[in-house]
């Protein structure tokens, strides 16, 4: 089992609908979990931050943690084609010390019809 | 604010032969940075993390001695990937942590592809 599961997709939605993205993870000791957005050939850009279990909203983003189900989500509103692109979440452990690599998921391709 | 950029962004080599990716952090002092490696269809694999001024902590699994990082200033860290072969091929892209901003903050670069033939 995978540390970081999550559908590549690919997942094609009209423009203006509700997206939500998810991943599950098997390490219950993640305490951080985050939101990448990545553009083809581009490097990663954090969307969203979230510590433990709860709900963060910024925008049309909202990201969700259940940590008793090992389970995260993203969800977007009012969708644009601008929105198309890979995303990933990521979590990482804390260790008391400085910043921490990340744990990556496979990346949900997404792809916002006009 | 917060750009990461990478030397190449991309490189074909020979196999046998050595290449050195640079990474910098351009507005900002990067006291740890990371090294990915993304294989097509996989997720992004943590290879090894950089202090400044220290050796690097490599992942299970990653060759310290084919894989060489130096993070001699807190705006530059490059990675050597030494005899590189062609198993060797993929997409490496790298993260810096901002000094001062939160935990787990880390800006990426644009990645570098490297092609072994």
């Known amino acids: 089992q995978k540390e970081v599961e999550q559908d590549p997709g690919p997942l094609s939605v009209p423009e203006g609908a509700i997206v939500s993205l998810n991943c599950t993870y098997s390490?219950?000791?993640?305490?951080?979990f985050m939101w990448y957005r990545q553009y083809s050939r581009k490097g990663p850009e954090l969307l969203m931050y979230t510590y433990s279990s709860g709900n963060k909203e910024d925008g049309r983003f909202t990201a969700q943690v259940d940590k008793s189900s090992k389970y995260i989500s993203l969800f977007i509103r009012d969708s644009q084609p601008s929105d198309s692109a890979t995303y990933l979440c990521a979590m990482t452990l804390y260790s008391g010390g400085g910043a921490d690599g990340l744990t990556f998921g496979k990346g949900t391709h997404l792809i916002i019809q006009p | 604010g917060a750009v990461v950029s990478q030397h190449p962004s991309w490189v074909i080599c020979k196999s046998g032969t050595s290449v050195k990716i640079e990474c910098r952090s351009l507005d900002f002092q990067a006291t740890t940075m990371f090294w990915y490696r993304q294989f097509p269809k996989q997720s992004l694999m943590l290879m090894a993390t950089s202090n400044e001024g220290s050796k690097a902590t490599y992942e299970q699994g990653v060759e310290k001695d084919k894989f060489l990082i130096n993070h001699a200033s807190l705006t530059l860290s490059t990675l050597t990937v030494t005899s590189a072969h062609p198993e060797d091929s993929s997409f490496y892209i790298c993260?810096?942590?901002?000094?001062?901003?939160?935990?787990?903050?880390?800006?990426f670069g644009p990645g570098t592809r490297l092609t072994v033939l």
């Open positions: 993260s810096a942590h901002a000094a001062g901003q939160g935990r787990n903050t880390q800006y």
């Open positions: 390490n219950s000791a993640f305490q951080y």
